[in-house]
């Protein structure tokens, strides 16, 4: 990355007022970090204790 | 239309519930994780979530959006739960070991880690935000109906939640372990009480 660009990002991201008010949010560089921290979790394998608490819920509702 | 108001739903409404319960799990958890530190306690959190929702399960109205529905249960109990100290702000640390491929844009990689532990110390109005908008995709209108706030509410505190975390991760100052973890807890306790005067209003709807 040009030294340009990195200075531009750097400023872009210190001045978060202009953008909030034009309510299009550029998004910073760590935004794809925040979206994989959530879809890590999506992914995982559905522990065995929410099965048992959804077969519970089963014998409730009826 | 017709509602019966008379009890139990019958057993095909029930079931179509629990189906789609059951796929927005996944999604409870994740939004969990990013509220509260740690895994244990963010599914202990989902679990009561989902008791809460199958005991409430003849307000949800067929159609409308089941994770958006949950999401305020979620967020109702987690608001609770912090006001009885439940939650200590301990990290996991098995997120640690996942380290963030860098963005094209970006020379250094952030790990998640760091990520979420700078997440963590957001003010719990703020980090809400951020992760409904910029982690689980809701819209602002979206997210502002969950919060039960005005649009340009969110959108603001998205803004300031963004703008702290490009500062901590930019100038190096990300919290260790501890350190960071106890500043979030203090933070999350300071915006408490404004957080969940809105917050109950949504949920009571």
Known sequence: MSEARKDHRKAASKQPGDKERNGEQREPGWAAGLKKLYDSVVEEPLPDAFKDLLSRLDDAGK | MSKDRSGDRSGDSSADFKRELTQVIPHLRAFARGLCGRADMADDLVQETLLKAWAARDRFEPGTSMRAWT????RNAYLTDMRRNRFRGE??????????????????PIHLAD????????PAERREALLLVG??????????????CAVGTIKSRVGRARATLSAMIEDGTVPQRSSGDKAA?????????????????????
């Not at chain 2, 933070?187 to 009571?204: F, H, P």
């Open chain 2, 71 to 74: 999401f305020v249960i979620l």
């Open chain 2, 91 to 108: 990290y996991d640390e098995t997120l640690a070991e996942r380290i963030l491929t860098a963005p094209a844009d970006q020379e250094e």
């Open chain 2, 115 to 122: 990520l979420h532990r700078a997440l963590l110390t957001l």
């Open chain 2, 135 to 148: 982690a689980g995709g809701f819209s602002y209108e979206e997210a502002a109906q969950i919060c039960g």
């Open chain 2, 185 to 205: 807890h203090r933070a999350i306790l300071q915006e408490l009480d404004q957080v969940s005067t809105g917050n109950r209003k949504a949920a009571m709807r």
